[in-house]
Every structure is written in C-alpha cells, then in structure tokens.
C-alpha cells in the first residue's frame, strides 16, 4: 500500500523556467492538497484539489502557479518563468472523503538557480 | 489571522527524560488539534488528533493534552530515546475548511 508519492524529489531550474511537480495520492485518497516550506519556515497551505476541481486556492500565488488534478493521473502543481523566491520545498498531502488526516508525501525541493 | 505558536528554540533533553512541547493557538477555536513528526529532508508524518472534547490522547510514548480553555495543546514523548530527535508539526483544520494550518515546530535533540 504504497504512500503518497511525489516526483521528481530534486528539481533543479534556471530563472524564467517552468517547473513542473507531481503527486500521486494513497491508494484510495480523491482529496488532494499543496503545501510550500521555505527555509525556516512553516508549511504553508497552497491549494486544496479533488479531482478534477478546485476547491480552495487561497494560498496560491496569483501569478505563474497552477494546479490541476485530472480525472486519470496524477496531480500537477506548476510553476510558470520560475524565480529565485519559488526556491522551496513543496509537499503534497492526500486524504480520503473524512479528511482528518493528511498523509505526506517526501517533498520535492525545488532549486532555482 | 488564525495563528500557531510553537517554541522556535531547539529543545535539548536527556535520553530516558520526559520531552514536553508547547502548542499555543489564537483567533480560532479549532475542532480538533494534530501533532506532525518531520526528519530533515523528509515529509511530516502524523502521530497523533486529539478533538476539542478530549482533555487527552495517549499512543504507545506519546501524549497530548488539550486546553480550550488556555488554547494551548502540550505534546509528551516519555522515555525519549535519541530516534525521537526530529521537528514536531503542531497543526489545526478548521470545521469546514481543508486546508491545515501549521506552526513552525519545535526541534527535539536527545542525547545519550
């Protein structure tokens, strides 16, 4: 029963890239969330996806960053012209329709160089 | 807004000591509080909800305690032993919301 799975784990870019960050849920889990940890800093809440819907994404940037989690697939958090500040690592956290729990993944940190 | 405070400073113990770690809370009254483990390098990994009807939760070493009254959550881990050393997540989920709210936890070192 595998966990929450999240690729790549280490992203390297240049400035004005894209980044491109995956999530796949537990086994069962249709409720998924983003979360970003700057260094030094607590988790912050990005976005909250069930499939193929966006139910809250009031952490979310205004600008560059988009999620999607498609009907089939896992669940894609973008970042559009990538800068120095987006240097961060993002989790992802799923969780079944009772949604007490949040289940982590490992993280992908993101560098952008 | 909604806040977490959790102690910034490392916290140093004695293996086979009692850890304690303070969680406070203002502007809200969760339903239920959770306690999150992260390793460097690694995503949290939950421990322990203990819900707002709940004065305390116990699980193998560990306890929480919960006080509306004070807003304030306290996490034990008895007979720490140096594995325990790791950030502890003090996090709240309001009612209707999803989304968690996460303090910026509390380093736990122990040593031999």
């Known amino acids: 029963n595998a966990g929450v799975m999240q690729n790549p784990r280490h992203l390297v870019r240049r400035r004005g890239q894209e980044a491109r960050l995956r999530c796949s849920p537990m086994k069962g889990h249709s409720h998924v969330y983003w979360y970003r940890q700057l260094p030094e800093e607590g988790l912050k809440f990005m976005v909250y996806l069930q499939k193929e819907n966006i139910i809250d994404e009031s952490g979310m940037p205004k600008e560059r960053f988009s999620a999607e989690f498609p009907k089939e697939g896992p669940s894609i958090l973008r970042i559009q012209q990538v800068v120095r500040g987006d240097s961060a690592a993002y989790f992802c956290?799923?969780?079944?329709?009772?949604?007490?729990?949040?289940?982590f993944g490992a993280g992908t940190r993101l560098s952008v160089l | 807004s909604q806040k977490i405070e959790q102690n910034s400073e490392a916290l140093n113990i004695q293996e086979g000591k009692t850890a304690t770690l303070t969680c406070n809370y203002t502007?809200?009254?969760?339903?239920?509080l959770q306690w999150y483990r992260q390793d460097p390098g690694r995503g949290p990994v939950f421990l322990l909800l203990?819900?707002?009807?709940?004065k305390e939760k116990r699980k193998e070493r560990l306890k929480v305690t919960f006080d509306t009254t004070l807003k304030q959550s306290l996490f034990h881990i008895t007979a720490s032993q140096p594995a325990d050393s790791a950030t502890y997540l003090c996090t709240f989920r309001t009612g209707t919301a999803s989304k968690l709210t996460f303090g910026t936890g509390t380093r736990l070192q122990v040593t031999l």
């Open positions: 956290a799923s969780s079944d329709e009772g949604k007490n729990i949040q289940y």
């Open positions: 203990i819900r707002e009807n709940e």
């Open positions: 502007n809200y009254s969760p339903a239920y």
